[in-house]
């Protein structure tokens, strides 16, 4: 007999962004911890949902990842006016780009979204 899958509770999305960031820093739980202060299974727990974290804990994420500690406070729905990044802000986002590589990525997206608007 199968175990049931319990609902996702809680807060997935400021925890899959605060993974998804750790990854992209090359970082472990275990460093993020230690440049935290936060234990890893808190960070564990944060990163899957189960944990909302404070506004401090997050200021220390946010430091420890060099972002906006004001994206992360959005994302956990303490700031009002979060909306999900869109294409052109996500690639101008992202340090593994460069400038010019950010340019073309935006020119091809452009183009698709100019196609699919005649094809309408």
Do not use: C, H, W
Request: aromatic share 6%.
């Amino acid at each position: 007999m199968k175990t049931p899958q319990l609902p996702e509770v809680g807060f997935p999305d400021v925890g899959s962004f605060i993974r998804e960031q750790r990854e992209r820093s090359a970082l472990s739980i275990r460093k993020l911890a230690e440049m935290t202060g936060v234990s890893n299974p808190y960070l564990s727990q944060i990163e899957r949902g189960l944990r909302k974290p404070s506004a401090e804990i997050l200021r220390s994420i946010a430091e420890a990842l060099a972002i906006r500690t004001e994206t992360l406070y959005e994302r956990a729905g303490l700031l009002d006016g979060y909306e999900a990044p869109g294409i052109s802000a996500a690639v101008s986002a992202d340090t593994k780009l460069t400038k010019s590589q950010k340019q073309a990525l935006m020119e091809i997206y452009a183009s698709f979204i100019s196609n699919d608007q005649e094809d309408s």
